[in-house]
Each structure stands twice: as structure tokens, then as C-alpha cells.
């Protein structure tokens, strides 16, 4: 069994021990399925005692929400990466190329995105700062579309708005999302025909 939280992050060693304990669900989850998720499996993935991860996590459902979380804010640190470029066409393009992209670099934490719908997990979740947490999660993507489609359309309009999520959300996660779901990498040869397919709704005028 590999212990993976054997070497602390002495800048922050609470987050390096949350982060191994997510690994280790994350290897499970990819391994075995979600069905097969426990606290108690979790701690004997990782070589810890049952009761810490219940310090960390209180609850499976928590566990579970927190690595969809992770896999999110993995997902739009790549994205606010791209679409941070002065051209907003090319970082319209370049925003939803990230998803493809991302989709391809990790594709567990992309599986693990379309497996939840964010509403469903606000509705699930307690109040409390997990809640908190997750009514905000979406706030710095959010803003960077309200960018775009002030930039592309001069007003961020619903209609404009709802441009630039087909481009840079909709039309990547339609290509790729069928793949995730049967348990196979998107492949490769689609990223040509999603870019252009980007480049011809980008072109279309609200």
C-alpha cells in the first residue's frame, strides 16, 4: 500500500495531507468506481487512520464534493490561463480549446466534471463553508465571460453571454463528453475539427 501522505508540505502541510487524501480518492474513484467509495476505503488507500480522514472530511459526500471542487478549480486555472491574452477572439478560441486540452491532460478529474451537475451539489451540500464555497466557485470564470462578451459584443447582454458559452463551454464539452462518459480519452484527432467548429460559432453575430 502506498502511503500518500508520508511527506508533508511544510508551507502548508494541512493542504498537502487534504490533497493526498483527494489523490487517493481520486485512485479509487478511477479504479474502482464511485459505488465503491468510502472514508473507510479512502484511509486504507492512503496508509492513514480512518479518523483522519474524517478530521479532513467529514462525511463521504463531502469527500466526494471536495474532489469535484478540485477537479473544477484544476479546470479553471487552465482556462483563465488561455482566455488571458488581448485578442478576445483568439481568447474565446483559446478558452475552449483549454477544455479539450484539459479533457486530454486529466482526463479523471474530466470524468469526475461530468459526472455531477454543479446545481445538484449546492442543493445537496449543508449550509456551511462547504455551501459558501461552492456558491462562489464559478464567480472568476464567470467574470472572465462577462469579459468576452463585453469585449466581442461591446455589452455583456444574456445573448452575448450565452455567445461566448457556447464557444468556450458548450461546443468542448459536446466533444468530448461522450468519450468521458464511456471511459476513453477524446481523441486527439478531434482537436482540429473542434477548433474550427470554435473559430465558425465565434463568427456568429447575436
Do not use: K
Request: aromatic share 4%; net charge neutral; glycine share 6%.
Amino acid at each position: 500500500m502506498v502511503s500518500a501522505v508520508s511527506e508533508p508540505d511544510a508551507r502548508n502541510p494541512r493542504r498537502s495531507t487534504r490533497d493526498a487524501l483527494l489523490d487517493a480518492t481520486m485512485r479509487i474513484v478511477g479504479e474502482r468506481g464511485l459505488s465503491a467509495l468510502t472514508t473507510r476505503i479512502v484511509a486504507e488507500e492512503a496508509g492513514v487512520t480512518h479518523g483522519l480522514v474524517r478530521h479532513y472530511f467529514g462525511s463521504r459526500d463531502e469527500l466526494v464534493t471536495r474532489l469535484w471542487m478540485r477537479a473544477v478549480r484544476r479546470s479553471q486555472a487552465a482556462f483563465l490561463d488561455a482566455v488571458d491574452v488581448d485578442d478576445p477572439a483568439l481568447a474565446a478560441v483559446s478558452g475552449g480549446m483549454s477544455i479539450f486540452d484539459f479533457c486530454r491532460a486529466q482526463p479523471r478529474d474530466a470524468r469526475l466534471l461530468v459526472s455531477f451537475r454543479y446545481e445538484d451539489l449546492v442543493r445537496a451540500a449543508p449550509q456551511g463553508p462547504l455551501a459558501d464555497e461552492l456558491r462562489e466557485l464559478n464567480r472568476p470564470v464567470e467574470a472572465a465571460v462577462a469579459g468576452l462578451a463585453r469585449a466581442l459584443h461591446g455589452r455583456a447582454t444574456p445573448a452575448a453571454v450565452g455567445h461566448v458559452l457556447l464557444v468556450v463551454f458548450d461546443l468542448p464539452y459536446g466533444a468530448v463528453r461522450r468519450h468521458l462518459i464511456a471511459g476513453v480519452d477524446p481523441p486527439q484527432r478531434l482537436r482540429a475539427d473542434l477548433e474550427r467548429a470554435l473559430r465558425g460559432a465565434l463568427a456568429i453575430v447575436e
